[in-house]
């Protein structure tokens, strides 16, 4: 571990590595990709993000931090105490956009290794008020959590930490203590800058009429609206450079507040007007039966349900992490209820809103409209 700060290995047996990371000193603005994050670098000298989440117990209740939606909150208060709705949603979208072969970027759990070694099997789930039952052949108390959160299959890597990572979890911690953060690894998309910069390098005719001719905008515009996102600005897009200086890729990042509410941006902002804001840069170049559009709406329609259950459920280290605040009683056990309802909530809402109907149809229409010679 010396020369790494943190290694995850495929399986909880450590024989086969996933991937090796080294911190270094170099840290992303508020304003950068993926707002602040400290950069990590793999052994193939590509760079990663490390975005850090802190809240999610109540220590004096014992409870997993509110997670209600108030719609009339902003994002930015929504954002401080949906910590748990954050990590999932982030990691949820970024496994659809790679299954639906979107600029999304890759990302991971990882966490302090204290979480890291605790077994799953170690404490037994029993309701308060169950009445557990003795006879000469059967013990019945109730699930292991192993069995408790074996909804579906699950990603069982685990990890090794270096103490300069142990010490930068305990940095971001605000009670001192490594494992009460939880963090995501995200792929760091070199040579680009956030869309709202590029609109200010050019006059906004220019850099419209430069965004419109890449096809990545229009086939991302579809998972946008069907992820419901009230925090899609301008600054949640990425404009990647190619050798030559030239754009020529959109990214979608920073999914972390999807399905919580009505879009304020896309209300309050001067150039949205009440579109998704890839839309108002796009719109007057595509509609609804543009190719890239209709390619990712058939893209959604062909993913199974059992394949967004599998997309929407947590890896075991996020269970692990539930399973060491029970054990250490910050929490109490009847709180794992508490990662199975998001997972149950993200899962139904995906197959819910997906486009079997035409829903997701009929507001791509009122976004991008119709050709103008359309005759019904």
Not at 157 to 184: M, N
Request: aromatic residues 8%; charged residues 35%; glycine residues 4%.
């Amino acid at each position: 571990m010396a020369k790494w700060d943190l290694v995850v290995f495929e399986t909880q047996e450590k024989k086969e590595v996933r991937n090796r990371f080294r911190i270094t000193k170099k840290a992303m603005t508020a304003a950068g990709q993926h707002g602040k994050a400290i950069v990590l670098i793999d052994e193939q000298g590509k760079e990663w993000l490390l975005k850090s989440f802190s809240k999610f117990i109540d220590f004096e209740m014992k409870k997993i931090l509110d997670l209600e939606v108030d719609i009339e909150d902003s994002p930015e208060e929504s954002r401080h105490r949906m910590h748990l709705w954050r990590v999932l949603n982030e990691l949820t979208a970024s496994r659809l956009g790679q299954r639906l072969r979107l600029n999304v970027p890759s990302a991971l759990v990882v966490c302090s290794q204290q979480i890291a070694d605790q077994p799953l099997e170690q404490t037994t789930v029993l309701d308060l008020g169950d009445v557990v039952i003795l006879d000469e052949d059967e013990e019945d108390e109730g699930d292991t959590a192993e069995e408790f959160y074996e909804l579906s299959e699950r990603e069982s890597y685990t990890l090794e930490t270096s103490k300069k990572f142990e010490e930068l979890l305990t940095k971001k911690s605000d009670r001192g203590d490594p494992s009460t953060i939880l963090a995501l690894i995200m792929e760091k998309i070199p040579d680009t800058i956030n869309l709202d910069e590029f609109l200010d390098t050019k006059d906004l005719d220019g850099a419209f009429e430069t965004i419109q001719q890449i096809d990545d905008g229009y086939s991302l515009l579809p998972f946008d609206i069907w992820l419901n996102d009230p925090d899609r600005n301008a600054g949640n897009y990425l404009v990647q450079f190619d050798e030559n200086k030239k754009p020529n890729k959109i990214w979608g990042i920073d999914y972390e507040m999807w399905a919580l509410g009505s879009d304020i941006w896309m209300e309050e902002d001067e150039i949205t007007q009440g579109r998704s804001y890839l839309t108002a840069v796009i719109h007057t170049k595509s509609n609804i039966f543009d190719p890239r559009v209709t390619q990712t709406v058939h893209r959604i329609r062909s993913i199974t349900d059992e394949e967004l259950t599998s997309m929407t459920r947590a890896p075991s280290i996020l269970c692990k992490f539930f399973e060491y605040h029970i054990t250490q009683k910050n929490i109490e056990p009847d709180e794992r209820d508490v990662l199975k309802q998001v997972e149950s909530n993200l899962e139904d809402f995906l197959i819910e809103s997906r486009p079997r109907s035409d829903k997701l149809s009929d507001i791509l229409i009122r976004q991008v409209g119709l050709p103008s010679d359309y005759k019904p």
